[in-house]
């Protein structure tokens, strides 16, 4: 299969794309200049500035009440700094200069071996934000909440829509009827305002809530798939001969039909990834999904999309151009996997 989603350009390149997110995905604290939980180091001195801003951070005072984690608790959730930093505008000898919030240079004194030995160089890539936070970092962890998001709902997705359509094209009769009324039901309402409604039941917002919300939103194209492929496959002659044979239902559908039913759905499923992502996002910018600090690329839209008429349009085209690259790859990728499971294309 690889090798003819290889052949595909497209596919490849969305194979590529997505294969290079999980990894700095996974790695994520590990490789971030801003290592803190969530990606939340906020120095207000240097809120808005530019891509490719230098500066340099001279470590103020230890913090007394941090904890030392292990390698696997950094890599999930990030590591507090040691020291409190402060971001430098000059240094003239024992003396540097710190910003302040009106724009001006305000001269310190310290000690000579404080200002050679304390001070370190930091770049931000992609500019700060309005809070002074690294953006680089947070359209990193962003990435894995969106990947983390449109795995759990395609997850719940995959197992609410394949039951519910097996269930229906096999057994037929009154299960049918009401299953696909269900459907019928469900398929009447946009998927963002179903998302949006099972987002108000839940009291507390958070990453359970957005992948619940977008899942039991999204399964119903999946369920409809499968009933029609289960309706042809069931009255094939080695389905026949399972019964004549006396397996049990259970083992006819998750052994007999199941399995040669994967295409259709594996496809679906990459449709859905996509779609996912894009719902994430939107409830996010409605401040209905992932709630600060913990960075999403919605939520970073929805926190500057106002500067976009400013000289600060890149801290809202950065995510959105995120968001854009990964649901065309996932589409890319859809695209790829259909040709390559297609046995008329053989």
């Known amino acids: 299969m690889l090798k003819k989603i290889a052949k595909n350009k497209l596919g490849l390149f969305g194979l590529v794309f997505i294969a290079l997110l999980v990894l700095l995905s996974i790695l994520g604290y590990l490789i971030t200049p801003d290592a803190t939980p969530k990606a939340n180091d906020i120095?207000?001195?240097?809120?808005?500035?530019?891509?490719?801003?230098?500066?340099?951070?001279?470590?103020?005072?230890?913090?007394?009440?941090?904890?030392?984690?292990?390698?696997?608790?950094?890599?999930?959730?990030?590591?507090?700094?040691?020291?409190?930093?402060?971001?430098?505008?000059?240094?003239?000898?024992?003396?540097?200069?710190?910003?302040?919030k009106n724009g001006l240079l305000l001269w310190k004194v310290a000690s000579k071996s404080l200002v050679d030995s304390d001070i370190s160089h930091k770049t931000f890539w992609l500019g700060t934000d309005r809070y002074?936070?690294?953006?680089?970092?947070?359209?990193?962890?962003?990435?894995?909440?969106?990947?983390?998001?449109?795995?759990?709902?395609?997850?719940?997705?995959?197992l609410i829509g394949t039951t519910l359509g097996l269930l229906s094209g096999y057994y037929g009769g009154w299960v049918d009827s009401v299953i696909l009324w269900l459907i019928n039901v469900v398929w009447s309402l946009p998927s963002l305002l179903i998302a949006i409604a099972i987002s108000f039941a839940f009291q507390e917002k958070g990453l359970y809530q957005v992948f619940l919300a977008i899942g039991l939103s999204m399964w119903v194209e999946l369920a409809r798939i499968v009933r029609g492929q289960v309706l042809q496959i069931k009255e094939m002659d080695y389905i026949q001969a399972a019964k004549v044979l006396g397996f049990g239902n259970i083992r006819i559908l998750f052994k007999h039909i199941l399995p040669?039913?994967?295409?259709?759905?594996?496809?679906?499923?990459?449709?859905?990834?996509?779609?996912?992502?894009?719902?994430?996002?939107g409830l996010s910018f409605l401040g209905l999904g992932v709630q600060a600090p913990m960075p999403s690329w919605g939520s970073m839209i929805k926190e500057h999309y106002n500067y976009i008429v400013f000289d600060a349009a890149y801290l809202a085209i950065i995510p959105g151009v995120c968001i854009m690259l990964l649901v065309m790859s996932f589409n890319f990728l859809g695209n790829a996997l259909r040709d390559a499971l297609d046995v008329n294309m053989k």
Do not use: W
């Open 43 to 100: 120095h207000l001195e240097i809120a808005l500035q530019k891509p490719g801003f230098s500066v340099d951070m001279l470590r103020k005072s230890e913090k007394k009440d941090r904890n030392s984690v292990s390698l696997f608790t950094k890599l999930v959730s990030g590591e507090e700094t040691s020291y409190e930093l402060v971001p430098v505008a000059e240094v003239r000898g024992d003396s540097f200069a710190v910003f302040s």
């Open 132 to 158: 002074g936070r690294d953006v680089l970092s947070r359209v990193i962890i962003g990435a894995r909440v969106s990947l983390l998001v449109g795995f759990m709902s395609v997850l719940l997705t995959l």
């Open 260 to 281: 040669n039913i994967m295409a259709p759905i594996i496809v679906v499923c990459a449709a859905n990834f996509a779609s996912a992502i894009l719902l994430e996002a």
